[in-house]
């Protein structure tokens, strides 16, 4: 059982940046691909991007990829999602999960653990 808490979200202007945090507590986080996906209203949730269990293999969705960067601390069982470049778009709930399956996940299905969310709001 892995629990996890995303943190950092916020409002901010379109051009700015936001870190977000995903701390997991419980056994084996190292073990665990973790994948970040957003939920804007109206929307199904969407795949932002996920990390290996190793942190050195990423997997990006296009509409972010070249303005966000996901990291992990596998020392401090925490994940990043470093938001750059932010736009309007980018508006959503945020949350994190994690899988024991390998390879880039880009479906919900395939995470057995997720997150309560964090709100990111980007005005114009």
């Known amino acids: 059982q892995v629990q996890l808490v995303e943190s950092g979200g916020g409002l901010v202007q379109a051009g700015g940046s936001l870190r977000l945090s995903c701390a997991a507590s419980g056994r084996s986080f190292s073990g665990y691909t973790m994948g970040w996906f957003r939920q804007a209203p109206g929307k199904e949730r969407e795949f932002v991007g996920a990390?290996?269990?190793?942190?050195?293999?990423?997997y990006y969705a296009d509409s972010v990829k070249g303005r966000f960067t996901i990291s992990r601390d596998n020392a401090k069982n925490t994940v990043y999602l470093q938001m750059n470049s932010l736009k309007p778009e980018d508006t959503a709930v945020y949350y994190c999960?994690?899988?024991?399956?390998?390879?880039?996940?880009?479906?919900?299905?395939?995470?057995?653990?997720w997150g309560q969310g964090t709100q990111v709001t980007v005005s114009s």
């Open positions: 999960a994690a899988t024991f399956r390998q390879g880039r996940n880009d479906y919900t299905s395939a995470y057995n653990y």
């Open positions: 990390i290996s269990w190793s942190g050195y293999i990423t």
